[in-house]
C-alpha cells in the first residue's frame, strides 16, 4: 500500500492502535501516504497525543495544510495555529492530569476515613455481633449457650486491694447466700484467649455486676467487658447490667461510651454501702425482682 486516503472522515483523532499501524505501513513502505485532510481533528486533551502524532510525523501526510482543528470553543485552527497552541494544550492537560490524580486520591482517603469512622462509632457493636455469631462460646472451660446458665458476671478492679476485700468479703458471701451463680471475673478464667472468654461470660450470664471505682477503665479488658454487656443490653432490650459505685468516680475520666451510658442510667446506679438497703436493692436488681 502506497496511498490511503482518509479525508472528510470526520475523524476526531488518531487512536493509539491507527498510530502504530500507520507507522508500520510507513516503515513497510517509505513511499507510504495518508490524506487526513477536512476532518476537523478535535483540538482536545483527549487526543493530545494524536495531535503530537501529527506534529512528528508530517513524511506520513501528503498534505498537512488542509487539516482543521475544533477547540473547546467550538472555534478551528489550521496546521499552523495548531503546531502554536500545542504546548500550552500539553501544558493544561498535565495540570489536568495532576489536579485528578489529586482529587482521585483525596477521595480515596476521604472514603476510607468514612470508613474508618463508621467502623470506629459502630466497634463494639460489630465485636458483639461476631461472637454472638459464633456457634460456640465458653466461660473459662464450660461450653455455654446463648440461654444464660449463670445469675452474674462480676467484673471489678482486681488491681484495688479494698474493692478485692470488698468482693471477697462481703460481695461473694451475699451470693452464696442467696443462692445466685456468679462468674468472678478472670479469677474464672483459664489461659487463653481472654476476649473470648470475656464474650462467652457477657452472653452466657443473665446479668453483669459491675463495681465502678476511678481506675477501673485503664484496664483495656474491662473497658472491653463494659462495652459489651452495654450492647447485650441494646440487644436484649432489659436491664443487663448492674452498676454500682464503690468509690466516687469522675465519669469524665471514663471511655466516651461508658460515661454516656452512665449518664443516661445514673437513676439505677447503686452506691456501696454495708448496709440492708443497699444488700436488697443488689438482690433485687440480680433478680429483677420488682
Given at each position: 500500500m502506497t496511498y490511503l486516503d482518509l479525508s472528510s472522515n470526520r475523524l476526531p483523532g488518531l487512536s493509539d492502535e491507527m498510530r502504530e499501524e500507520l507507522k508500520r505501513l510507513k516503515f513497510d513502505n517509505p513511499q507510504f501516504l495518508v490524506d487526513l485532510s477536512n476532518n476537523k481533528f478535535q483540538f482536545i486533551c483527549t487526543y493530545v497525543q494524536s495531535l503530537h502524532f501529527l506534529v512528528t510525523n508530517t513524511q506520513l501526510f501528503e498534505t498537512v495544510d488542509e487539516m482543521m482543528f475544533r477547540k473547546e470553543d467550538n472555534t478551528y485552527l489550521n496546521y499552523m495555529e495548531m503546531v502554536a497552541q500545542l504546548p500550552r494544550l500539553t501544558q493544561n492537560c498535565q495540570i489536568k492530569e495532576i489536579f485528578s490524580f489529586v482529587l482521585t486520591i483525596f477521595f480515596i482517603h476521604l472514603m476510607c476515613l468514612l470508613v474508618l469512622a463508621v467502623f470506629f462509632h459502630y466497634r463494639w457493636k460489630l465485636r458483639y455481633l461476631y461472637f454472638i455469631g459464633q456457634r460456640r462460646l465458653h466461660i473459662g472451660g464450660r461450653l455455654v449457650n446463648y440461654n444464660p446458665q449463670v445469675d452474674v458476671f462480676i467484673t471489678y478492679d482486681e488491681g484495688e486491694p479494698r474493692i478485692r476485700q470488698i468482693v471477697g468479703n462481703m460481695i461473694i458471701p451475699f451470693m452464696r447466700?442467696?443462692?445466685?451463680?456468679?462468674?468472678?471475673?478472670?479469677?474464672?478464667?483459664?489461659?487463653?484467649d481472654m476476649v473470648s472468654h470475656i464474650s462467652g461470660a457477657i452472653t452466657g450470664t443473665r446479668k453483669t455486676l459491675v463495681l465502678l471505682s476511678e481506675d477501673l477503665f485503664l484496664d483495656h479488658y474491662r473497658e472491653y467487658e463494659m462495652n459489651l454487656a452495654i450492647m447485650r443490653e441494646f440487644n436484649v432490650r432489659g436491664q443487663v447490667i448492674v452498676p454500682v459505685f464503690v468509690e466516687r468516680v469522675d465519669l469524665n475520666t471514663y471511655p466516651p461510651e461508658v460515661e454516656t451510658?452512665?449518664?443516661?442510667?445514673?437513676?439505677?446506679?447503686?452506691?456501696?454501702?454495708?448496709?440492708?438497703?443497699?444488700?436488697?436493692?443488689?438482690?433485687?436488681?440480680?433478680?429483677?425482682?420488682?
Open positions: 447466700e442467696k443462692n445466685i451463680s456468679y462468674i468472678l471475673g478472670e479469677v474464672d478464667f483459664p489461659g487463653g451510658y452512665l449518664r443516661n442510667q445514673l437513676y439505677r446506679c447503686l452506691v456501696y454501702r454495708n448496709n440492708q438497703t443497699f444488700w436488697t436493692l443488689l438482690g433485687h436488681a440480680i433478680r429483677n425482682d420488682k
